[in-house]
Nanobody, 124 residues
Framework: QDQLTESGGGSAQPGGSLRLACVAKYIGRRFCMAWFRQAPGKERQRIATIEHSGATTYADSVKGRFTISIDNTKDTLYLQMNDLRPEDTDMYYC???????????????????YGQGTQVAVSS
């Protein structure tokens, strides 16, 4: 059964906005959650993380434009994407690792759960 389910992808024009959502079956009290993106033939890139303390990190490519947040009452992770650019076109995945104190110790291969992905396309 899917532990994570993404939604909210689609098409946008440059400068536009989209909000992605990732619903988890269960997150828990200690966790690291992240958004990745990947284009065909390219490596997966971690672009944002949030941990149970509320601390966040961002890749330089999205800093100042994207915001990661979480609603613990709904077990839902969000990625607000503003000022979209054509280079943001990718498949976006959410990921979750439970029972950890910080995202700093969670490598990309350490996430136990990934969603199925949602496609984002930015073009004029």
């Amino acid at each position: 059964q899917d532990q994570l389910t993404e939604s909210g992808g689609g098409s946008a024009q440059p400068g536009g906005s989209l909000r992605l959502a990732c619903v988890a079956k269960y997150i828990g009290r200690r966790f690291c959650m992240a958004w990745f993106r990947q284009a065909p033939g390219k490596e997966r890139q971690r672009i944002a993380t949030i941990e149970h303390s509320g601390a966040t990190t961002y890749a330089d490519s999205v800093k100042g434009r994207f915001t990661i947040s979480i609603d613990n009452t709904k077990d839902t992770l969000y990625l607000q994407m503003n000022d979209l650019r054509p280079e943001d076109t990718d498949m976006y995945y959410c990921a979750m690792e439970r029972g950890v104190s910080t995202c700093l110790r969670v490598g990309d291969a350490d996430f136990a759960f990934y969603g199925q992905g949602t496609q984002v396309a930015v073009s004029s």
